[in-house]
T-cell receptor, first 109, second 111 residues
């Protein structure tokens, strides 16, 4: 079975803090994705990566950056957290069929 | 037209009945289609994939694809309370490797 893990299930941060969300997959997938999910807005793609050190902007990249130094690990970085970044963050990996991690519910105070 | 559209629901179905969930998509070049189930507070879980016109059955679940009409549906037979969840339709976009997700249909199975 594909396993995608995320570093935290719940996270509370203060406005202006730098936040790191980490995702690890064990299926040697080249493609990895970061989404956020908000009520009424559905899943929105923040960034994705086709390979190590490669990244592509998704639909809502503003305020976020990513890092992919190893194939199995894809990190999402909030450079200076703001309250409007309070959300559920979901990592996924795969080509066509995407497999999701458990999610990180981030609250920015 | 939105790329992937679903009725948001909630769709209420009595236990034991058939639940029918529908999805339409705009990209005629799409070749594969997916259904995800998402329980409240959890992440989406892939439950069905379909690539060819017609029906694909897996246990109590049947996915139906009609490329000419650009719709894909999910039927759940003998609905159980544990089927109560949000169901997301997902369609890869032909020009890149992104998947476009619908906003989901909330299904509520009435005991």
């Amino acid at each position: 079975d594909v396993k995608v893990t995320q570093s935290s299930r719940y996270l509370v941060k203060r406005t202006g803090e730098k936040v790191f969300l980490e995702c690890v997959q064990d299926m040697d997938h080249e493609n990895m994705f970061w989404y956020r999910q908000d009520p009424g807005l559905g899943l929105r793609l923040i960034y994705f990566s086709y390979d190590v050190k490669m990244k592509e902007k998704g639909d809502i990249p503003e305020g976020y950056s990513v890092s992919r130094e190893k194939k199995e690990r894809f990190s999402l970085i909030l450079e200076s957290a703001s309250t409007n970044q309070t959300s559920m963050y979901l990592c996924a990996s795969g080509v066509n069929e995407q497999f999701f991690g458990p999610g990180t519910r981030l609250t920015v105070l | 037209q939105k790329e992937v559209e679903q009725n948001s629901g909630p769709l209420s179905v009595p236990e034991g009945a058939i639940a029918s969930l529908n999805c339409t998509y705009s990209d005629r070049g799409s070749q594969s289609f997916f259904w995800y189930r998402q329980y409240s507070g959890k992440s989406p879980e892939l439950i069905m994939s379909i690539y060819s016109n017609g029906d694909k059955e897996d246990g109590r679940f049947t996915a139906q694809l009609n490329k000419a009409s650009q719709y894909v549906s999910l039927l759940i037979r003998d609905s159980q309370p544990s089927d109560s969840a949000t169901y997301l339709c997902a369609v890869p976009r032909g020009r890149d490797d992104k998947i476009i997700f619908g906003k989901g249909t909330r299904l509520h199975i009435l005991p």
